[in-house]
């Protein structure tokens, strides 16, 4: 069964910092890039970042950039994402999900979402 479980999230106060895991089951992790993804009330879901299955590379939205972190630990099939100076517009679900091979497919499977509040 695929399972894809997010932790982490929570309310934090801004320029707080969060630590979010995706720990994956049920398929083959290495073949697969994982990206994370937010979608806040009343907007579309976005894509913040990715990591590759094979080289690690990774990619990052631009309002993200400098600021989050994504990594991959493939002896515990876990991905995790360090959010750091964390702003009020940072509040969302955050999702994680699985690209086949390369983080420009699309995502097959997805987590159920965590939710990260930033406010004071």
């Known amino acids: 069964q695929v399972q894809l479980v997010e932790s982490g999230g929570g309310l934090v106060q801004p320029g707080g910092s969060l630590r979010l895991s995706c720990a994956v089951s049920g398929f083959t992790f290495d073949d697969y890039a994982i990206g994370w993804f937010r979608q806040a009330p009343g907007k579309e879901r976005e894509g913040i970042t990715c990591?590759?299955?094979?080289?690690?590379?990774?990619y990052y939205a631009d309002d993200v950039k400098g600021r989050f972190t994504i990594s991959r630990d493939n002896a515990k099939n876990t991905v995790y994402l360090q959010m750091n100076s964390l702003k009020p517009e940072d509040t969302a679900v955050y999702l994680c999900a699985a690209h086949f091979k390369d983080c420009s497919t699309y995502a097959r499977y997805w987590g159920q979402g965590t939710q990260v509040t930033v406010s004071s």
């Open positions: 990591i590759s299955s094979s080289d690690g590379r990774t």
